[in-house]
């Protein structure tokens, strides 16, 4: 079974910055896109940031510019910089093999951008 565990959530200013990391584990197939995911109170989740096993990145125009989605090996980062109270929300780490029907899920970690 694939496990993904989140961890750097926290409670932050507007302005400043904060880094997630996700850590993958079980059977991984070499080939994926693992990325990040966001939920806020009452608004359906949303794409943050995708990274390829190839290292190709894609950002939702809302963190364009703000944002680095980064990975070592099965580890994936997401830095958030210039943070801004919407991007306040739950945020999720995703593993994904585009050409199968499996994917995963961690459990999520809370950001929380005070004005």
């Known amino acids: 079974q694939v496990q993904l565990v989140e961890s750097g959530g926290g409670l932050v200013q507007a302005g400043g910055s904060l880094r997630l990391s996700c850590a993958a584990s079980g059977r991984i197939f070499s080939v994926n896109t693992m990325g990040w995911y966001r939920r806020a109170p009452g608004k359906q989740r949303e794409l943050v940031a995708t990274?390829?096993?190839?290292?190709l990145t894609n950002y939702a125009d809302s963190v364009k510019g703000r944002f680095t989605i980064s990975r070592d090996k099965n580890t994936v980062y997401l830095q958030m910089n210039s943070l801004k109270p919407e991007d306040t929300a739950v945020y999720y780490c995703?593993?994904?093999?585009?050409?199968?029907?499996?994917?995963?899920w961690g459990q999520g970690t809370q950001v929380t951008v005070s004005s």
């Open positions: 995703h593993l994904d093999y585009r050409f199968s029907p499996n994917d995963y």
């Open positions: 990274i390829t096993s190839g290292s």
